[in-house]
């Protein structure tokens, strides 16, 4: 709760003080999606790159665990280095792991500027698909073949 809400704080600093320099911003086009997989439609806004967002997915007993971490950017008030791995979401699966796995690489492939949008309280984020250096896809196994791994681009969307 307290990492939340210190980055809550952190993009609070960010829309307040990149909007009113102006610094870093870009407009952003990308097809948004809901959790299900279901398109909304191409959007675009003025945003400012935050940094980068690691998912881990794997199956605990009958759960779907997900871990996070993050990288901030310097230049947008955080430490830019990787934070630790911290559970964000455990629930009963929707779908298989391998199922899931190759539907978001799917959907991915047909759309490849295919993002969520993330709703806190005093702002919006946006959070693309990006390919790590030596990867092929933003999905890839880890090493065990127990859990598979999820790089995104994060975005602070102007108020």
């Not at 990149?18 to 398109?39: M, V």
């Not at 799917?106 to 990867?135: K, L």
């Amino acid at each position: 709760m307290k990492k939340l809400l210190a980055l809550m704080v952190i993009f609070l600093v960010v829309v307040k003080v990149g909007f009113a320099l102006d610094l870093n911003i870009e407009r952003l086009t990308f097809t948004e999606s809901r959790p299900d997989g279901t398109i909304i439609g191409t959007v675009t806004v003025d945003a400012i790159f935050a940094g980068f967002v690691q998912q881990n997915i794997a199956m605990e007993g009958n759960l779907q665990v997900i871990r996070e971490r993050q990288f901030i950017n310097v230049d947008v008030g955080g430490d830019g280095q990787w934070s630790d791995w911290e559970v964000t979401r455990r629930f009963p699966p929707i779908e298989p792991i391998l199922q899931l796995y190759f539907r978001l690489l799917r959907e991915w492939s047909m759309n490849p500027r295919i993002a969520a949008r993330i709703h806190f309280s005093v702002f919006q984020a946006v959070r693309i698909a990006t390919i790590p250096d030596g990867r092929s896809s933003p999905f890839w196994w880890s090493n065990d073949g127990r859990s598979f791994y999820t790089l995104t681009e994060l975005w602070v969307i102007a108020p």
